[in-house]
C-alpha cells in the first residue's frame, strides 16, 4: 500500500512577489515600468500645461507659411517666399549631402590610414598612429572651427584675382578657383535638354541625370555579368580569359556616346562683379565640414579596419603566402574579406555618428536641417517644441535608414555559419 | 528608441516651458539677482570691459531695473544670449529681462508671446562695406556676398530688400557680432548687415575704421528695446516705467550726479518729487520702494546720460542722437507722465 499524498498545493502569498525569486524579477521590471511611464505622463502633462499656460499650443501649421529667409547651398529650387517645409527640405538635402560626402571620404581614408599602419614601414606606421591618435583626442567641433578659420584667413579673396597683376590665380589650367568663399570647380553642361520630370508640384528632376543614371547601371549590371561568366570559365577550365577591356568598353561607351549626344561641356568659373559666376561652388562652410568630419571619423575607421585585419590569425596569411599569393592579393582576397564581418558593425556606429555629427555645421553656417528647422525657423516662428520634435524624427529617420542599409550588407557578407 | 527620444523632446520642451508664469517680481526678489539676457558682445551696448565687468547702453537698462526692484545695481546676472538663442532663454525663464538690441515686431509680441516695455533705440538696417569695393550705394549690391546674423529681423529684411530691388546676393549666416566681424575683416563677405548702431559700433572696434563706410541705404525700421513674457503683466510694468524714468529724469534734468540732492531737498516741481518718490508713493503701487526711480538713475545716469556715455558722439562708437533725441529736441523719446 502506498500512501502518496500531492504536494501541498502552492498557496500564493503576496510576500512572494518581493522574496521568491521565481516572482522577484517580474515585480521590479514592472515597478520600473510603472515608474518609467508616470514620469513620462508627468512630463508630458507638465509641458502641455506650460505651453497652455503660455497660450502656444502645439501646431505644424508653421510648416505651410512662407519663410522669409535666404539659404545659400541649396540642391533644390528655394526663395525666400518658399515655405517653411521646403527650407527644411533644403537642409535636410544638405544634411544628407555633407553626410554621404563625409562617409565616403572618411572610409576611404579610415581604411588606407587602417591597413599603412600595420605597415612594416616603422616611418609610415608611426605617422599613422600620430594621425589616429591626433583626431579622435581632439573634439570634432575643434576641427570644423579650425578647418574653417584655416580657409578663411589663408585662402585670397576674390578680390585678390581681379586686376592686370592680380595677387592669386585660378589652379589647373584656369579651371579652378580656390577662395576664402568657397573653391569654384567646373560644373557640367548639357547644351541638349530632355526636359525635366515633375514629382507633385514641387520637385522637378533632370530627365538628363535620368538617363545617365540608368544607361551606368545598365552599363554596370553587363560588366558584373562578363565578371561573372568569366569566375565561370575559370572554375570549369582553370583559364581565365582576359576581360577588363571589355568590361571598361561596356561601361565608358554607352555614357561617353549618350554624354556627347546630349552636348555635354564643361562651364568654368570666371570672376564676374563682387564674385566668381559660373562652375560649381563648394562653399567653405561645406568644405570645412566634410573635411573635419571625413578626417574625424577616418581616425576611428582606421583604428576598426585596423583591428578587423589583426583578428584574421597570421596563419591564414601565412598559408596564403604559402600558395603562393602576393601581398596585395592576400590583403584583398583573403583577409579582407574575413575581416570584413568584424569590421562593418563598428563601421554602422561610425557612419551614424559622421551623420549626427553633421548638425554641428552651425558652427560654420553651413545650413543643414539643424540651421534651418532648428535654426531660423525656430527663431522665426517661435516653434520650439515642434522644431525641436520634427528634427529628431529626421535624424533618427536617416539614421534608421542608414542601419538597415549597412545591416543589409553586414548580412550579405557575414561568415555564413551551419 | 522611440520612447527615449520622445522623452528627451519632452524633457526639452518641459524644461523650455519652464517656470513660465509664475510672479517674476517676487522669483527677483527670493534670487535677490536679476538674470538680464544681454548679446554675446556689442561694444556700446552690451560688452565686458577689461575688468569682465559688463557695461553699454542696454547693460544700462539691466542695471536700472535692478536697481529699481533690489536697490543695487550690480545684482545683475547677466546672461549672454545670440539672435537665435534669446528668445528660448526669455520664454523659459532663463532670464527675467532681455535687453539685446530687440527689434519690435508684430510676430513676435503676438506670436512669439512677448512684451516689448518700450523701445530705447530707434535703428533701422544698414549695410558696411569696405572703402575698397568702391561701392556707394546699396542699390549696387547685385551678386554681393553678405553676412547676415542668423534669427535676426535683418535676415528678412535683407531678403525682401534684394527681391524687391530684383538683385542676387550670397548669405553667409554667422551666429555672434564677433563671428561677422572675422569673416568681414578677412574678406570672406564683401557685406556685413545689421542694424546702423550695431555697424557703427562694431566699426568702431576695428584697426582702419575708416577703411569701412555705411552705406547711405536704411532699409528698415528697427525699434530697438528691452522685453518681457507674456503673462506678468506687473513685472513688465515695472520694467516699463523703469525705462520711461529715465526718459522723464533726462526731460525734467535729473541726472545721477541731482538725483540724490533733489531726492534730500524736495523741489516744488511735483512731477519730478513724484518720479523720485518724495511725494506721492507711486513706487507702492507696484510692490516697490518709493526711491525706485531715483535708484534706477543713480545706477547708471539718465537715459541722456546712458547714451553719452557708453554709444554718444564722443565715444569712439559715435552715434549722434537722432531720432533717439528727446520729443522736446525733435527726437522720438518720450516718456507718459509719472501721475
Known amino acids: ?418 | 528608441m522611440n520612447k527615449t527620444v520622445f522623452l528627451g523632446a519632452l524633457t526639452v520642451a518641459g524644461l523650455a516651458a519652464g517656470i513660465a508664469g509664475a510672479a517674476t517680481l517676487d522669483d527677483v526678489k527670493a534670487r535677490g539677482k536679476l538674470n538680464c539676457g544681454v548679446t554675446t558682445g556689442l561694444v556700446g551696448f552690451a560688452a565686458p570691459d577689461a575688468n569682465g565687468e559688463w557695461t553699454g547702453f542696454d547693460v544700462g537698462i539691466c542695471r536700472a531695473v535692478a536697481a529699481a526692484v533690489l536697490g543695487d545695481p550690480k545684482a545683475v546676472e547677466f546672461v549672454p544670449t545670440t539672435g537665435k538663442t534669446r528668445f528660448t532663454a526669455l520664454a523659459s525663464g532663463e532670464v527675467d529681462l532681455l535687453a539685446r538690441n530687440t527689434t519690435w515686431t508684430f510676430s513676435r509680441d503676438v506670436d512669439l508671446k512677448f512684451t516689448f516695455i518700450g523701445i530705447n533705440y530707434y535703428d533701422g538696417q544698414g549695410f558696411m562695406v569696405p572703402k575698397a569695393l568702391g561701392v556707394s550705394s546699396a542699390k549696387e549690391l547685385d551678386g554681393a556676398t553678405v553676412c547676415i546674423q542668423t534669427g535676426t529681423t535683418t535676415e528678412l529684411n535683407l531678403a525682401d530688400y534684394f527681391r524687391k530691388n530684383n538683385m542676387n546676393y550670397e548669405p553667409v549666416p554667422i551666429e555672434t557680432n564677433a563671428e561677422a566681424q572675422q569673416q568681414f575683416l578677412a574678406g570672406a563677405c564683401d557685406v556685413y548687415t545689421t542694424d546702423a548702431s550695431g555697424l557703427a559700433a562694431t566699426r568702431a572696434t576695428f584697426e582702419n575704421p575708416a577703411d569701412y563706410v555705411l552705406l547711405p541705404e536704411i532699409i528698415s525700421k528697427e525699434p530697438l528695446g528691452p522685453l518681457v513674457r507674456h503673462g506678468d503683466d506687473e513685472w513688465a510694468d515695472i520694467n516699463m516705467w523703469t525705462l520711461n524714468a529715465l526718459i522723464s529724469a533726462e526731460e525734467l534734468g535729473v541726472t545721477s550726479a541731482n538725483a540724490a540732492d533733489m531726492a534730500a531737498a524736495p523741489g516744488n516741481n511735483p512731477e519730478i518729487n513724484r518720479l523720485l518718490g518724495t511725494e506721492g508713493s507711486l513706487g507702492a503701487m507696484f510692490g516697490l520702494s518709493d526711491d525706485w526711480a531715483k535708484n534706477a538713475i543713480l545706477a547708471g545716469g539718465n537715459y541722456g546720460e546712458l547714451f553719452e556715455k557708453n554709444i554718444g558722439e564722443n565715444t569712439p562708437i559715435g552715434l549722434a542722437r537722432g531720432l533717439n533725441a528727446q520729443w522736446t529736441e525733435g527726437g522720438l523719446i518720450y516718456s507718459p507722465p509719472f501721475r
Open chain 1, 1 to 418: 500500500m502506498t500512501t502518496f499524498t500531492d504536494p501541498p498545493a502552492e498557496s500564493f502569498k503576496l510576500s512572494m512577489l518581493v522574496y521568491d525569486t521565481r516572482y522577484r524579477s517580474i515585480t521590479f521590471q514592472i515597478l520600473a515600468l510603472v515608474a518609467v511611464l508616470l514620469l513620462f505622463g508627468w512630463l508630458t502633462m507638465n509641458t502641455a500645461q506650460n505651453l497652455n499656460d503660455l497660450g502656444k499650443e502645439p501646431s505644424f501649421g508653421f510648416l505651410g507659411e512662407s519663410a522669409g529667409y535666404d539659404i545659400n547651398q541649396r540642391l533644390i529650387d528655394y526663395s525666400s517666399q518658399s515655405t517653411h517645409l521646403r527650407a527644411a527640405f533644403v537642409g535636410l538635402l544638405n544634411t544628407l549631402l555633407v553626410a554621404a560626402m563625409g562617409c565616403a571620404t572618411a572610409t576611404v581614408i579610415g581604411v588606407i590610414v587602417g591597413v599603412l599602419r600595420l605597415s612594416g614601414n616603422w616611418l609610415v606606421a608611426r605617422l599613422m598612429t600620430v594621425y589616429v591618435e591626433i583626431f579622435r583626442n581632439v573634439p570634432v567641433l575643434m576641427w570644423i572651427v579650425l578647418c574653417m578659420a584655416i580657409l578663411i584667413e589663408a585662402m585670397p579673396a576674390p578680390s585678390a584675382f581681379r586686376g592686370d597683376n592680380p595677387d592669386a590665380t585660378m589652379k589647373l589650367f584656369d579651371t579652378i578657383a580656390i577662395t576664402n568663399r568657397g573653391v569654384y570647380i567646373p560644373e557640367p553642361l548639357f547644351s541638349r535638354s530632355l526636359g525635366n520630370l515633375h514629382i507633385g508640384t514641387a520637385f522637378d528632376i533632370s530627365i538628363n541625370l535620368l538617363a545617365i543614371l540608368f544607361v551606368l547601371g545598365v552599363s554596370l549590371w553587363i560588366a558584373r555579368d562578363i565578371t561573372r561568366r568569366a569566375n565561370a570559365k575559370q572554375e570549369a577550365t582553370g583559364l581565365r580569359p582576359r576581360t577588363w577591356h571589355t568590361r571598361l568598353a561596356v561601361i565608358v561607351l554607352p555614357t561617353a556616346i549618350l554624354l556627347a549626344f546630349l552636348g555635354f561641356h564643361l562651364g568654368y568659373p570666371e570672376l564676374k562683379g563682387f564674385n566668381f559666376a559660373g562652375g560649381t561652388y563648394m562653399r567653405n562652410s561645406l568644405i570645412a565640414l566634410w573635411l573635419a568630419l571625413s578626417l574625424y571619423t577616418a581616425a576611428f575607421i582606421a583604428e576598426i579596419v585596423r583591428a578587423g585585419i589583426l583578428a584574421i590569425s597570421t596563419g591564414q596569411t601565412e598559408a596564403a603566402a604559402a600558395l603562393g599569393l602576393r601581398g596585395n592579393r592576400i590583403m584583398s582576397l583573403v583577409v579582407l574579406p574575413q575581416a570584413m564581418r568584424v569590421i562593418i558593425p563598428p563601421l554602422i556606429s561610425q557612419y551614424l555618428n559622421l551623420t549626427k555629427n553633421s548638425s554641428l555645421a552651425i558652427a560654420v553656417g553651413y545650413m543643414d536641417i539643424t540651421g534651418t528647422l532648428m535654426g531660423i525657423t525656430l527663431n522665426q516662428t517661435g516653434r520650439e517644441l515642434e522644431t525641436v520634435l520634427l528634427g529628431m524624427l529626421v535624424y533618427l529617420t536617416i539614421s534608421l535608414i542608414i542601419s538597415g542599409v549597412m545591416n543589409w550588407y553586414n548580412n550579405r557578407v557575414k561568415l555564413v555559419e551551419r
